[in-house]
């Protein structure tokens, strides 16, 4: 549930804003990063505990070494960001380096992959319809985690 949060919050705000509030990135990342520590080294089961929706989906089977590979991925795309002076949002790199705590590499590439090509046919619809209308289409962007939205709800599942 915690992380269905996090995905709607953050692509409500990308959508809005082409931002997504600091607020926001530090609490899902104190509350994964807690309940990684809680999972791993206190053992503790967290289906066990009364708010156990909070924590439904928390995978728990990925090793450490998955979670911080998961970890990378983000980092990986802050490094294009800074390469590309922007072009893709820094913001995103930090959204992906706290889902790599939750879901590990594999999982977190495989939301990676699956949003950008979610993206790209998105693009491709509004490259169409902008030289349809007669438009300049070649500066417009996209707010990359409202497509990050529906591929994770289908992870989720």
Not at 77 to 103: E, K, N, P, V, W
Not at 106 to 118: C, D, E, H, T, Y
Request: proline share 2%; with cysteine.
């Amino acid at each position: 549930m915690s992380f269905i949060l996090y995905l709607a919050a953050a692509a409500w705000q990308d959508g809005r804003k082409r931002a997504v509030s600091g607020w926001i990135f530090l609490f899902f990342f104190l509350h994964f990063l807690a309940s990684q520590i809680c999972c791993r080294v206190f053992l503790a089961d967290m289906e066990q505990f009364p708010a156990n929706f909070w924590f439904y989906g928390l995978f728990k089977g990925t090793s450490a070494w998955s979670l911080l590979a998961g970890c990378f991925v983000g980092v990986a795309l802050l490094g294009i960001s800074r390469l590309t002076d922007g072009a893709f949002g820094a913001g995103d790199g930090i959204f992906f380096i706290i889902t790599g705590l939750y879901l590990g590499f594999w999982k977190n590439l495989l939301l990676l992959s699956s949003s950008l090509f979610a993206c790209s046919i998105a693009g491709l619809f509004c490259l169409a319809w902008e030289k349809k209308k007669g438009n300049d289409y070649r500066k417009k962007t996209l707010p990359f985690l409202i497509f990050v939205f529906p591929v994770g709800i289908l992870l989720m599942c």
